[in-house]
């Protein structure tokens, strides 16, 4: 019998959105013909130079444009503005190769790819049925559509807001934020063993993201400064100057420290880890809870981000604060206060969310259960 076809859609800005694809893509693979698709690689180029130079052009310059813009757009979204016009026709490339694919249900890890199906279903130039997985605690505007079979979210309040929205509570799974299962499994000394890390240390990681943004600069050395003794673990992404101006700093500090560039060692540096300084990121503050790290979160991308930071700093996860240097004294701290983690830890225990695969293979298998493996119709 042939399997049914998932196409798993994500955009790369930044990495968490290909993180989460990733995560899906494995899960649906035993049981379905997995394809995925990476929506900006099919763009020209005047568009990946607007969609994504633009966005990280604004948010290091014009912070507060990105909130006003976030504030704005935090609606369902309907097809009809200006700028989803131009989404559809710069991603002319990215429907047609998915067209090509004729796939039953289509996954998406990312709003644009979400945008543009749904209208691509509700005009009935796509025939699939479409699940969109939120990688944000609070579900943005931008993700959501009437368009869509399921929404994967991250929590009970995140389906709350869904359901407030008028796109109904049946469409919606609290699943948590897709993470990979190597988080959380491996023990802090077996993880400090494999680093050469002294299981005596106190360690913190500090981490931008994958776009190596967030003033870690500056943290790493008020860190440095503060505790003698901590042992830095920094995160650079793909920021090679950084990188090139963090192993600099550590040989004139005379520190032990691991500095990495892009790095899929994640789990294995959480594992290790007292405390987590970085950007409030979906996936990176999913990891770190998986990992039962506390967080110092610094420099929130306004919008999501600061959002995130919102929740988490509420639950008694993590601490927020908007100066670099602050933030990597506190790290410090925290990171020698045994007690301190402790709390943090336990409040990780009651709080979490774990990331729950088998409710994101339900809902595939669901929606080809529907209706015996048929695709529904653009008007179903």
């Not at 959380?184 to 913190?204: E, H, K, T, Y």
């Not at 420290?257 to 540096?269: S, V």
Request: glycine content about 8%.
């Amino acid at each position: 019998m042939k399997r049914p076809r998932v196409a798993v859609c994500t955009a790369a800005v930044g990495y968490g959105h290909c993180r989460a694809a990733e995560v899906i893509s494995n899960i649906l693979t035993p049981r379905f013909d997995v394809t995925r698709f990476e929506a900006l690689s099919y763009a020209p180029a005047w568009f990946n130079g607007i969609y994504r130079n633009g966005y990280l052009r604004v948010i290091r310059t014009i912070p507060s444009l990105q909130r006003w813009i976030y504030d704005r757009t935090d609606h369902v979204c309907d097809g009809t503005s200006a700028g989803e016009g131009i989404e559809r026709f710069a991603m002319r490339g990215f429907l047609a190769d998915l067209m090509n694919f004729r796939p039953d249900i289509v996954f998406c890890t990312h709003f644009l790819c979400a945008r543009v199906i749904a209208e691509a279903i509700k005009r009935g130039t796509l025939e699939s049925r479409l699940v969109v997985c939120v990688t944000d605690l609070h579900p943005h505007g931008v993700w959501l559509t009437k368009s869509a079979d399921r929404y994967l979210v991250a929590c009970s309040s995140a389906a709350d807001r869904v359901e407030s929205l008028g796109l109904g509570r049946a469409k919606t799974r609290a699943v948590g934020i897709p993470v990979h299962s190597d988080f959380g499994v491996m023990q802090r000394d077996a993880a400090r063993a494999a680093l050469r890390i002294p299981s005596d240390s106190s360690v913190a990681l500090f981490t931008g993201g994958g776009l190596g943004l967030g003033g870690l600069e500056v943290a790493v050395r008020a860190a440095a400064e503060r505790c003698p003794d901590l042992f830095i673990i920094a995160v650079c992404g793909r920021d090679d100057a950084l990188r090139a101006r963090m192993d600099d700093m550590m040989i004139q500090l005379r520190r032990s420290n691991r500095i990495y560039g892009f790095t899929d060692e994640m789990p294995l540096l959480m594992a290790a880890s007292d405390v987590l300084v970085g950007k409030p990121g979906g996936l990176t503050t999913a990891e770190a809870l998986a990992s039962e790290l506390p967080m110092i979160l610094l420099n929130p991308i306004p919008g999501q981000e600061e959002a995130n930071a919102r929740m988490l700093t509420a639950s008694g996860v993590a601490e927020l604060l908007s100066d670099s240097k602050a933030a990597g004294t506190r790290a410090a701290e925290l990171a020698m206060d045994p007690h301190a983690l402790e709390r943090m830890r336990r409040c990780i225990r009651e709080t979490r969310s774990r990331f729950d695969a088998c409710a994101v293979l339900d809902a595939a298998c669901s929606l080809i259960d529907t209706d015996h493996s048929a695709p529904r119709s653009a008007n179903a």
